[in-house]
């Protein structure tokens, strides 16, 4: 089959004590099958986790899923300890990432968490002690 298949074939072999190019095809097509639960566009998926994995960023949207409730720029501020354009920047990811929304009334920002934002924080809670 080639040197992509010969790790596949070793380990076949050691499962069912014999392996031969049928059971590899049938291998390799039992794995294909597994590409179409796969997104293919991981984009959007790929952003939002590489957002939340800054502490700022993080933190910002923790805030945001604890508090319930859209909370204004001068909330955040005094409660995350980084520069005013640190936060601006982290909110404005956080949006692009589709993590948070946004509305402006006069020359207030407010920010809330979205759906999406709060499932992947469940899912951390949840999966929190079974990684440990």
Same mark, same amino acid.
């Given at each position: 089959? #080639?040197?992509?298949?010969?790790?596949?074939?070793?380990?076949? /072999?050691?499962? *069912?004590?014999?392996?031969?190019?049928?059971?590899?095809?049938?291998?390799?097509?039992?794995? @294909?099958?597994?590409?179409?639960? +796969?997104?293919?566009?991981?984009?959007?998926?790929? +952003? =939002?986790?590489? /957002?939340? #994995?800054?502490?700022?960023?993080?933190?910002?949207?923790?805030?945001? /899923?604890?508090?319930?409730?859209?909370?204004?720029?001068?909330?955040?501020?005094?409660?995350?300890?980084?520069?005013?354009?640190?936060?601006?920047?982290?909110? *404005?990811?956080?949006?692009?990432? #589709?993590?948070?929304?946004? @509305?402006?009334?006069? +020359?207030?920002?407010?920010?809330?968490?979205?759906? @999406? =934002?709060?499932?992947?924080?469940? =899912?951390?809670?949840?999966?929190?002690?079974? #990684?440990?």
């Amino acid at each position: 089959m #080639g040197s992509q298949t010969e790790r596949l074939e070793r380990l076949i /072999t050691e499962e *069912s004590g014999g392996c031969c190019e049928a059971d590899i095809e049938e291998r390799l097509d039992s794995l @294909r099958s597994y590409q179409s639960e +796969t997104p293919t566009n991981p984009d959007t998926d790929l +952003t =939002a986790l590489k /957002t939340l #994995g800054n502490d700022t960023r993080y933190n910002i949207v923790r805030l945001l /899923t604890a508090a319930d409730r859209e909370l204004c720029v001068c909330e955040i501020n005094p409660i995350v300890d980084v520069s005013d354009s640190a936060i601006s920047h982290a909110l *404005s990811d956080l949006y692009d990432a #589709g993590l948070v929304t946004r @509305r402006k009334d006069g +020359t207030w920002r407010y920010y809330e968490t979205t759906d @999406r =934002a709060e499932a992947l924080l469940t =899912a951390l809670n949840e999966t929190r002690e079974v #990684g440990q």
